[in-house]
């Protein structure tokens, strides 16, 4: 399976061109997505059609580096023409009559969109076991979940069903998966991605990235999809650095930061062996390494589960079977359509947080619970604000297990949310933060999690790409794709 960065090249030296490329990846789409479930629209009259469009651009020298890559788009993103549904029955039957911008801004490099991939409804969920289009599997393991939300990208990515793909970050939902999956997760900063076009579940949260096979891939990507959105009023005007430039700087004397609350009683000893190993490979690189202390992690997913779900009630209230999606039959009157409509067409996931989140606005609670919730998330801020006058990068695992089994944690929804114990403070704080592949634990690969001080995206890429030039767990492959 070749990376981004090797498709680009082959592409230039003319080695293969985009109509084949495309063809191929349609191709192994068709083969292995029954059994893995990745993806809910494949776009391939359209996808062959801009193919052939790149191949012309190429002929006439008016390509760029992208030009003619595949890509898919989970989906979240609002994408012209082509069905956009979020992952619910809600929004089964919802064409989208707009681009995102993220979209548009691969469309514009020249990027050829290959489908739609599944995800948790909504993106409420850490095991894309809450898709109305049922379970994505794991390609390391048929029996196992991929993560989520974003698991449908994920999958598609460690099968090599798409040489990358975009992901939406809430709380984890494109490091864990890229995690439990084996590949490169990115989460920008949060405004450093336009969220226009993409559909909201926690506004002051949600944040759309990457999910590819390398680092340098994941550089070469968000190249395309980071810059300032006048349309997105959360978007930040900041110029855009080129993130492959210093890829290959050294990264002697970085100074890494181990937050003790992350390599605690929580955390599986396989999973802990695999991610110490990690550590002493960037000590080798001449990295530093220091204890460093974040004391309200641990009310970090009390904190979340106020905010998300408070902001995806307000969020979600918009989908009411009036003017776009599902709507209930004969209805009796408005109300009845109301309540019929979001009963029917949301999951148990969604319902239950709205439930949450309408309880916790409430008179009477607001200040209790949201307010409350809201000053946490103050300190959670503070606290990596402290580490980083003494440090450059925080590091440790990405998620405290390998991947689980599928139906293993649908009953206890705390277990599900307890996935998300080491990526959900990054969220809260508007942090970037990497997952990259560092070795398997029980036959499955495990995810080591890079931090980064705002806006240091290009720092924690060169840190990840250092890594993957001296070892090679990026480049692993599950058996039998």
């Not at 006048?230 to 005007?237: G, P």
């Not at 297990?401 to 403070?425: H, N, Q, R, V």
Request: hydrophobic letters at 35%.
């Amino acid at each position: 399976m070749k990376t981004v960065a090797e498709l680009s090249r082959d592409l230039a030296s003319k080695k293969i061109s985009s109509v084949e490329l495309t063809k191929h990846y349609l191709d192994r789409i068709k083969k292995f997505d029954k059994t893995l479930n990745a993806f809910i629209t494949v776009t391939e009259d359209q996808a062959l059609e801009n193919a052939k469009k790149a191949d012309e651009k190429r002929a006439k020298s008016a390509a760029g580096p992208l030009t003619g890559i595949p890509l898919a788009q989970k989906d979240i993103f609002c994408t012209l023409g082509v069905k956009t549904t979020c992952g619910s029955k809600i929004l089964d039957n919802f064409i989208s009559p707009y681009d995102a911008t993220t979209v548009q801004k691969f469309n514009d490099a020249g990027l050829v969109l290959l489908g739609k991939t599944n995800m948790d409804e909504f993106a409420m969920g850490s095991s894309n076991e809450n898709s109305f289009y049922g379970p994505v599997k794991n390609p390391w393991d048929l029996e196992r979940v991929p993560g989520g939300s974003s698991g449908g990208s994920a999958a598609t990515v460690a099968a090599g069903l798409a040489p990358a793909a975009t992901g939406t970050d809430t709380g984890g939902s494109i490091r864990q998966p890229a995690a439990l999956c084996g590949i490169t997760g990115l989460k920008p900063t949060y405004g450093r991605v336009s969220r226009y076009g993409m559909i909201a579940f926690a506004s002051s949260l949600d944040q759309g990235g990457l999910m590819t096979r390398s680092a340098e891939d994941a550089a070469l990507l968000l190249n395309v999809m980071a810059g300032f959105d006048e349309k997105d009023s959360t978007s930040v005007d900041k110029p855009v650095p080129d993130y492959t430039k210093k890829l290959n700087n050294s990264i002697k004397g970085l100074r890494i930061g181990l937050p003790s609350e992350f390599f605690n009683q929580g955390l599986d000893a396989d999973v802990a062996k695999v991610v110490q190993a990690a550590i002493k490979e960037y000590e080798k690189l001449g990295a530093s390494v220091h204890e460093i202390h974040l004391p309200n992690t641990k009310l970090s997913i009390p904190a979340y589960y106020v905010i998300a779900p408070a902001e995806c009630s307000s969020n979600l209230a918009r989908f009411d079977g009036v003017r776009y999606g599902y709507r209930c039959k004969n209805p009796q009157d408005l109300e009845d359509l109301y309540k019929r409509s979001r009963s029917e067409g949301f999951g148990a996931e969604v319902k239950r947080r709205i439930m949450i989140g309408t309880y916790a606005l409430s008179a009477g609670y607001y200040d209790a619970y949201y307010l409350q919730a809201q000053k946490v998330r103050g300190l959670i801020r503070q606290d990596f604000s402290k580490a980083f006058e003494k440090v450059d990068v925080i590091l440790g695992p990405t998620s405290p297990t390998t991947a689980f089994k599928i139906g293993e944690k649908t009953a206890d929804p705390i277990s599900m949310y307890l996935s998300d114990i080491y990526t959900i403070a990054v969220n809260l704080a508007g942090l970037p933060g990497m997952s990259i592949p560092c070795g398997f634990a029980k036959n499955l690969p495990v995810g080591l999690q890079l931090i980064g001080n705002l806006f240091s995206e290009e720092q924690l890429l060169t840190a990840a790409h250092n890594y993957q030039k001296v070892t090679d767990w990026h480049t692993k492959q599950p058996e039998g794709f």
